[in-house]
Protein backbone atom coordinates (compact mmCIF):
# COMPACT_ATOMS: atom_id res chain seq x y z
CA UNK A 1 0.00 0.00 0.00
CA UNK A 2 1.06 3.63 0.08
CA UNK A 3 1.62 3.60 3.54
CA UNK A 4 2.15 7.20 5.12
CA UNK A 5 2.04 8.58 1.83
CA UNK A 6 -0.53 10.11 0.13
CA UNK A 7 0.22 8.95 -3.50
CA UNK A 8 2.57 5.97 -5.24
CA UNK A 9 4.58 8.61 -6.60
CA UNK A 10 5.31 10.18 -3.34
CA UNK A 11 6.34 7.06 -1.92
CA UNK A 12 8.37 5.49 -4.76
CA UNK A 13 10.26 9.16 -5.13
CA UNK A 14 10.72 8.97 -1.41
CA UNK A 15 12.06 5.40 -1.67
CA UNK A 16 14.98 6.32 -4.03
CA UNK A 17 17.82 5.77 -1.33
CA UNK A 18 16.62 2.22 -0.69
CA UNK A 19 15.92 1.16 -4.51
CA UNK A 20 19.25 3.06 -5.33
CA UNK A 21 21.36 1.35 -2.81
CA UNK A 22 19.64 -2.14 -4.12
CA UNK A 23 20.96 -0.99 -7.41
CA UNK A 24 24.64 -0.81 -6.70
CA UNK A 25 25.06 -3.51 -4.46
CA UNK A 26 27.12 -5.96 -5.32
CA UNK A 27 28.55 -4.75 -8.70
CA UNK A 28 31.00 -1.98 -7.86
CA UNK A 29 34.38 -3.20 -6.44
CA UNK A 30 38.13 -2.01 -5.83
CA UNK A 31 37.20 0.23 -9.10
CA UNK A 32 35.39 -2.08 -11.26
CA UNK A 33 32.39 -2.79 -12.11
CA UNK A 34 30.88 -6.36 -12.76
CA UNK A 35 27.36 -7.58 -13.04
CA UNK A 36 25.98 -10.96 -11.58
CA UNK A 37 24.55 -12.04 -14.77
CA UNK A 38 26.94 -10.75 -17.24
CA UNK A 39 29.78 -13.28 -17.48
CA UNK A 40 33.28 -11.75 -18.45
CA UNK A 41 33.81 -11.28 -21.96
CA UNK A 42 30.20 -11.08 -22.58
CA UNK A 43 30.81 -7.55 -24.87
CA UNK A 44 33.55 -8.91 -26.65
CA UNK A 45 33.72 -8.04 -30.05
CA UNK A 46 31.29 -5.04 -29.91
CA UNK A 47 31.95 -1.78 -31.09
CA UNK A 48 28.89 0.32 -30.92
CA UNK A 49 25.76 0.36 -28.69
CA UNK A 50 22.77 1.37 -30.10
CA UNK A 51 20.08 1.81 -27.02
CA UNK A 52 16.26 1.53 -27.88
CA UNK A 53 13.59 2.73 -25.56
CA UNK A 54 10.34 5.14 -25.43
CA UNK A 55 9.21 7.99 -22.80
CA UNK A 56 11.33 8.12 -19.55
CA UNK A 57 13.29 5.22 -20.54
CA UNK A 58 14.27 7.09 -23.39
CA UNK A 59 15.90 9.73 -21.08
CA UNK A 60 17.80 7.35 -19.19
CA UNK A 61 19.27 5.38 -22.40
CA UNK A 62 20.40 8.97 -22.99
CA UNK A 63 22.22 9.44 -20.45
CA UNK A 64 23.57 6.31 -20.26
CA UNK A 65 24.78 6.45 -24.52
CA UNK A 66 26.45 9.83 -23.35
CA UNK A 67 28.34 8.09 -20.77
CA UNK A 68 29.22 4.99 -23.25
CA UNK A 69 30.34 7.39 -25.58
CA UNK A 70 32.69 9.61 -23.14
CA UNK A 71 34.22 5.69 -22.50
CA UNK A 72 35.06 6.10 -25.83
CA UNK A 73 32.79 3.51 -27.60
CA UNK A 74 30.59 4.71 -30.42
CA UNK A 75 26.97 5.03 -29.32
CA UNK A 76 23.78 6.11 -30.43
CA UNK A 77 19.92 5.96 -29.20
CA UNK A 78 17.13 5.78 -30.55
CA UNK A 79 13.11 6.15 -30.10
CA UNK A 80 12.18 2.33 -29.85
CA UNK A 81 9.04 3.47 -32.49
CA UNK A 82 11.26 5.32 -34.88
CA UNK A 83 13.97 2.36 -35.45
CA UNK A 84 12.16 0.52 -38.65
CA UNK A 85 11.40 3.97 -39.80
CA UNK A 86 15.44 5.58 -39.46
CA UNK A 87 17.77 2.78 -38.68
CA UNK A 88 20.88 1.70 -40.07
CA UNK A 89 22.35 -1.40 -40.58
CA UNK A 90 23.88 -3.21 -37.83
CA UNK A 91 25.62 -6.72 -37.43
CA UNK A 92 27.37 -8.63 -34.42
CA UNK A 93 29.35 -5.85 -33.50
CA UNK A 94 26.43 -3.56 -32.20
CA UNK A 95 25.03 -4.24 -29.15
CA UNK A 96 21.17 -2.93 -29.18
CA UNK A 97 20.34 -2.42 -25.50
CA UNK A 98 16.77 -2.26 -25.01
CA UNK A 99 15.81 0.17 -21.84
CA UNK A 100 12.51 -0.68 -20.56
CA UNK A 101 11.41 -0.77 -17.08
CA UNK A 102 8.16 -2.97 -17.69
CA UNK A 103 10.16 -5.68 -20.68
CA UNK A 104 6.78 -5.34 -21.97
CA UNK A 105 6.68 -1.90 -24.18
CA UNK A 106 5.48 -3.05 -27.61
CA UNK A 107 7.49 -0.22 -29.52
CA UNK A 108 10.94 -1.13 -27.66
CA UNK A 109 9.85 -5.09 -27.93
CA UNK A 110 9.53 -4.40 -31.81
CA UNK A 111 12.68 -2.67 -32.13
CA UNK A 112 15.12 -5.11 -30.29
CA UNK A 113 13.45 -7.82 -32.18
CA UNK A 114 14.37 -6.00 -35.54
CA UNK A 115 18.20 -5.37 -34.64
CA UNK A 116 18.55 -9.27 -33.07
CA UNK A 117 16.50 -10.40 -37.06
CA UNK A 118 19.69 -7.80 -38.52
CA UNK A 119 22.07 -9.64 -36.71
CA UNK A 120 22.87 -7.32 -33.40
CA UNK A 121 23.59 -8.81 -30.15
CA UNK A 122 21.03 -7.83 -27.84
CA UNK A 123 20.35 -6.89 -24.07
CA UNK A 124 17.41 -6.28 -21.67
CA UNK A 125 18.21 -3.37 -19.36
CA UNK A 126 14.80 -3.96 -17.05
CA UNK A 127 13.19 -4.24 -14.07
CA UNK A 128 10.61 -6.86 -14.34
CA UNK A 129 12.47 -10.22 -14.02
CA UNK A 130 10.63 -12.59 -16.68
CA UNK A 131 9.57 -10.35 -18.58
CA UNK A 132 9.44 -10.89 -22.49
CA UNK A 133 12.00 -7.90 -23.21
CA UNK A 134 14.24 -10.09 -20.21
CA UNK A 135 13.06 -13.76 -21.60
CA UNK A 136 13.50 -12.61 -25.64
CA UNK A 137 17.46 -10.29 -25.22
CA UNK A 138 20.81 -12.58 -25.39
CA UNK A 139 21.49 -11.30 -22.26
CA UNK A 140 19.74 -8.94 -19.22
CA UNK A 141 20.66 -7.08 -16.84
CA UNK A 142 18.15 -5.88 -13.67
CA UNK A 143 17.84 -2.24 -12.10
CA UNK A 144 16.48 -4.14 -9.08
CA UNK A 145 14.11 -0.69 -8.46
CA UNK A 146 11.51 -2.78 -6.98
CA UNK A 147 7.75 -2.55 -8.07
CA UNK A 148 6.39 1.05 -9.51
CA UNK A 149 3.09 1.58 -9.14
CA UNK A 150 2.31 5.18 -10.10
CA UNK A 151 2.08 5.83 -13.96
CA UNK A 152 4.54 8.26 -13.88
CA UNK A 153 8.33 6.68 -13.64
CA UNK A 154 10.11 7.72 -10.85
CA UNK A 155 12.23 5.42 -9.03
CA UNK A 156 13.03 3.44 -11.98
CA UNK A 157 14.27 6.68 -13.98
CA UNK A 158 17.06 6.88 -11.58
CA UNK A 159 18.08 3.10 -11.01
CA UNK A 160 17.76 2.67 -14.79
CA UNK A 161 20.32 5.64 -15.19
CA UNK A 162 22.71 4.68 -12.46
CA UNK A 163 22.08 0.82 -14.27
CA UNK A 164 23.37 2.36 -17.81
CA UNK A 165 26.48 4.05 -16.05
CA UNK A 166 27.63 1.20 -14.74
CA UNK A 167 26.92 -0.21 -17.75
CA UNK A 168 29.39 2.17 -19.40
CA UNK A 169 31.63 1.14 -17.39
CA UNK A 170 31.71 -1.93 -17.81
CA UNK A 171 31.41 -2.09 -20.80
CA UNK A 172 34.54 0.58 -20.93
CA UNK A 173 37.06 -2.61 -19.26
CA UNK A 174 36.60 -4.14 -22.86
CA UNK A 175 37.35 -1.44 -25.22
CA UNK A 176 41.54 -0.36 -25.24
CA UNK A 177 41.26 2.77 -25.47
CA UNK A 178 38.24 4.06 -22.96
CA UNK A 179 38.30 6.20 -20.49
CA UNK A 180 41.55 6.15 -17.75
CA UNK A 181 40.63 4.11 -14.99
CA UNK A 182 41.58 6.95 -12.57
CA UNK A 183 38.65 8.69 -13.78
CA UNK A 184 36.55 5.73 -13.58
CA UNK A 185 37.46 5.49 -9.90
CA UNK A 186 36.17 8.77 -8.57
CA UNK A 187 33.16 8.28 -10.55
CA UNK A 188 32.38 5.19 -8.83
CA UNK A 189 33.75 6.16 -5.54
CA UNK A 190 31.34 9.08 -6.00
CA UNK A 191 28.31 6.34 -6.54
CA UNK A 192 28.36 5.04 -3.06
CA UNK A 193 26.97 8.40 -1.89
CA UNK A 194 24.07 8.24 -4.10
CA UNK A 195 21.60 7.18 -1.74
CA UNK A 196 22.45 9.51 0.83
CA UNK A 197 22.49 12.27 -1.57
CA UNK A 198 19.14 11.75 -2.66
CA UNK A 199 18.23 11.55 0.96
CA UNK A 200 19.61 15.00 1.94
CA UNK A 201 17.58 16.25 -1.48
CA UNK A 202 14.14 14.75 0.23
CA UNK A 203 14.60 16.45 3.64
CA UNK A 204 15.56 19.65 2.42
CA UNK A 205 13.54 20.50 -1.05
CA UNK A 206 11.93 23.67 -1.40
CA UNK A 207 10.05 22.12 -4.52
CA UNK A 208 6.87 22.92 -2.85
CA UNK A 209 6.88 25.87 -2.48
CA UNK A 210 8.68 26.36 -5.72
CA UNK A 211 5.67 24.69 -7.72
CA UNK A 212 3.37 27.04 -5.62
CA UNK A 213 5.23 30.31 -6.91
CA UNK A 214 5.05 29.17 -10.37
CA UNK A 215 2.11 27.55 -10.61
CA UNK A 216 0.03 30.41 -12.16
CA UNK A 217 2.30 30.31 -15.69
CA UNK A 218 1.13 29.24 -19.12
CA UNK A 219 4.39 27.21 -19.76
CA UNK A 220 7.12 25.70 -18.09
CA UNK A 221 10.21 25.36 -19.90
CA UNK A 222 13.41 23.17 -18.90
CA UNK A 223 16.61 23.19 -20.45
CA UNK A 224 20.40 21.68 -19.80
CA UNK A 225 23.36 20.95 -21.62
CA UNK A 226 24.86 17.09 -21.95
CA UNK A 227 23.58 15.19 -19.00
CA UNK A 228 21.57 18.18 -17.97
CA UNK A 229 20.33 18.31 -21.46
CA UNK A 230 18.40 14.73 -20.64
CA UNK A 231 17.26 15.58 -17.72
CA UNK A 232 15.51 18.43 -18.75
CA UNK A 233 13.76 16.46 -20.97
CA UNK A 234 12.53 14.17 -18.32
CA UNK A 235 11.69 17.14 -15.91
CA UNK A 236 9.16 18.18 -18.94
CA UNK A 237 7.98 14.74 -19.71
CA UNK A 238 6.87 14.26 -15.84
CA UNK A 239 5.59 17.82 -15.48
CA UNK A 240 3.31 17.56 -18.62
CA UNK A 241 2.42 13.98 -17.48
CA UNK A 242 0.89 14.67 -14.33
CA UNK A 243 -0.10 18.27 -14.10
CA UNK A 244 -1.94 18.63 -17.52
CA UNK A 245 0.32 22.03 -18.41
CA UNK A 246 2.13 22.52 -21.19
CA UNK A 247 6.18 22.21 -20.61
CA UNK A 248 8.83 21.58 -22.73
CA UNK A 249 12.30 20.42 -22.54
CA UNK A 250 15.42 21.64 -24.43
CA UNK A 251 19.10 21.56 -25.19
CA UNK A 252 20.03 24.88 -23.54
CA UNK A 253 21.49 26.06 -26.86
CA UNK A 254 18.26 25.36 -29.10
CA UNK A 255 16.13 28.05 -26.87
CA UNK A 256 17.33 30.59 -29.15
CA UNK A 257 16.68 28.71 -32.48
CA UNK A 258 12.88 29.38 -31.94
CA UNK A 259 11.45 28.55 -28.75
CA UNK A 260 12.74 32.10 -27.17
CA UNK A 261 10.02 33.52 -28.96
CA UNK A 262 7.21 31.71 -26.63
CA UNK A 263 9.51 33.33 -23.53
CA UNK A 264 7.51 36.11 -21.41
CA UNK A 265 7.10 36.23 -17.91
CA UNK A 266 4.82 33.82 -18.01
CA UNK A 267 6.78 30.88 -18.74
CA UNK A 268 9.23 30.00 -15.84
CA UNK A 269 12.25 28.28 -16.92
CA UNK A 270 14.12 25.20 -14.94
CA UNK A 271 17.70 25.39 -15.86
CA UNK A 272 19.36 22.11 -14.93
CA UNK A 273 23.18 21.96 -14.87
CA UNK A 274 26.08 19.39 -13.53
CA UNK A 275 28.73 21.17 -12.65
CA UNK A 276 30.46 24.88 -12.78
CA UNK A 277 31.14 24.13 -16.15
CA UNK A 278 27.50 24.64 -17.93
CA UNK A 279 28.21 27.62 -19.39
CA UNK A 280 25.31 27.17 -22.55
CA UNK A 281 23.15 26.22 -19.53
CA UNK A 282 23.76 29.78 -18.09
CA UNK A 283 23.76 32.33 -20.90
CA UNK A 284 20.80 30.63 -22.31
CA UNK A 285 19.15 30.77 -19.03
CA UNK A 286 20.22 34.28 -18.64
CA UNK A 287 18.94 35.48 -22.47
CA UNK A 288 15.46 34.01 -21.12
CA UNK A 289 15.34 36.10 -17.58
CA UNK A 290 16.18 39.06 -19.94
CA UNK A 291 12.70 38.26 -22.30
CA UNK A 292 11.30 37.99 -18.52
CA UNK A 293 10.73 34.79 -17.62
CA UNK A 294 11.78 33.66 -13.80
CA UNK A 295 14.66 31.67 -13.68
CA UNK A 296 15.16 28.39 -11.42
CA UNK A 297 18.65 27.01 -10.92
CA UNK A 298 18.58 23.18 -10.67
CA UNK A 299 22.30 21.69 -9.54
CA UNK A 300 25.07 22.20 -6.54
CA UNK A 301 25.90 25.37 -5.43
CA UNK A 302 28.52 25.67 -6.21
CA UNK A 303 27.53 27.55 -9.60
CA UNK A 304 27.52 30.91 -10.85
CA UNK A 305 24.26 30.88 -12.23
CA UNK A 306 22.76 30.50 -8.48
CA UNK A 307 24.00 34.27 -8.03
CA UNK A 308 21.45 35.40 -11.21
CA UNK A 309 18.72 32.76 -10.70
CA UNK A 310 15.04 34.27 -8.98
CA UNK A 311 15.51 31.04 -6.97
CA UNK A 312 17.28 27.59 -6.69
CA UNK A 313 16.10 23.88 -6.21
CA UNK A 314 19.83 23.06 -4.73
CA UNK A 315 21.61 19.56 -4.73
CA UNK A 316 24.24 18.52 -2.83
CA UNK A 317 27.99 18.85 -4.25
CA UNK A 318 29.09 15.68 -6.60
CA UNK A 319 30.40 14.29 -9.27
CA UNK A 320 29.03 15.45 -12.59
CA UNK A 321 28.34 12.21 -13.60
CA UNK A 322 25.75 12.10 -10.23
CA UNK A 323 24.55 15.49 -10.47
CA UNK A 324 21.91 15.49 -12.93
CA UNK A 325 20.10 12.31 -11.19
CA UNK A 326 19.45 14.49 -7.84
CA UNK A 327 18.23 17.82 -10.09
CA UNK A 328 16.48 15.29 -11.38
CA UNK A 329 14.89 14.42 -7.94
CA UNK A 330 13.97 17.85 -7.21
CA UNK A 331 12.09 17.75 -10.56
CA UNK A 332 10.11 15.28 -9.52
CA UNK A 333 9.05 16.58 -6.53
CA UNK A 334 8.11 19.63 -8.24
CA UNK A 335 5.83 18.06 -10.37
CA UNK A 336 4.26 15.99 -7.79
CA UNK A 337 3.36 19.35 -5.67
CA UNK A 338 1.94 21.17 -9.02
CA UNK A 339 0.13 18.45 -9.42
CA UNK A 340 -1.27 18.14 -5.81
CA UNK A 341 -1.75 21.74 -5.87
CA UNK A 342 -4.07 21.40 -9.10
CA UNK A 343 -5.90 18.45 -7.86
CA UNK A 344 -4.90 16.02 -10.70
CA UNK A 345 -5.45 12.07 -10.20
CA UNK A 346 -1.50 11.59 -9.62
CA UNK A 347 -1.09 8.09 -10.11
CA UNK A 348 -3.30 7.45 -12.88
CA UNK A 349 -3.20 10.17 -15.22
CA UNK A 350 -5.90 10.51 -17.76
CA UNK A 351 -5.44 8.67 -21.06
CA UNK A 352 -2.06 6.91 -19.99
CA UNK A 353 -1.15 3.49 -19.31
CA UNK A 354 1.83 2.14 -16.50
CA UNK A 355 2.74 -0.19 -19.63
CA UNK A 356 2.10 0.49 -23.34
CA UNK A 357 1.36 -2.76 -25.22
CA UNK A 358 0.19 -1.61 -28.33
CA UNK A 359 2.38 -0.11 -31.00
C1 LIG B 1 6.57 8.30 -18.12
C2 LIG B 1 6.59 6.86 -18.36
C3 LIG B 1 6.68 6.36 -19.77
C4 LIG B 1 7.53 5.08 -19.86
C5 LIG B 1 7.48 4.48 -21.27
C6 LIG B 1 8.36 3.26 -21.38
O1 LIG B 1 6.57 8.59 -16.75
O2 LIG B 1 6.54 6.09 -17.43
O3 LIG B 1 7.19 7.33 -20.63
O4 LIG B 1 8.85 5.39 -19.51
O5 LIG B 1 6.16 4.14 -21.58
O6 LIG B 1 8.01 2.27 -20.47
P1 LIG B 1 8.97 1.06 -20.18
O7 LIG B 1 10.16 1.56 -19.45
O8 LIG B 1 8.15 0.11 -19.34
O9 LIG B 1 9.34 0.46 -21.50
Known sequence: GKGEYDHYMLKEINNQPT????????????????????????????????????????????????????????TEVLRASEYEATTGPVDETTLTVAVTQSGETADTLDAVRTAADRGARTLAVTNVVGSTAAREADDAVYIRAGPEVGVAATKTYSSQ?????LLSQRLAGDVPDATPAA??????????????????????TRAETLAQDTLDSESFFF???????????????????????HAEGFAA??????????????????AVYTSNGDEKTKTNAIEAQSRGAPIVAV??????????????????????????????????LL???AAKQLGRPIDKPRNLAKSVTVE
Open 335 to 337: SYH
Open 19 to 74: SLANTIEGRVEDGDVAFEDLSPGTFDGIESVQFVACGTSYHAAMYGSQLVREAGLR
Open 183 to 204: DRAAMLEALTDLPQHVEAVLES
Open 253 to 270: GELKHGPLALVTEETPLF
Open 299 to 332: GPDDNPLVDVADAHLSVPETHPVWAGLLANVQLQ
Open 161 to 165: AVTLA
Open 223 to 245: IGSGLGHSVALEGALKFKEITYE
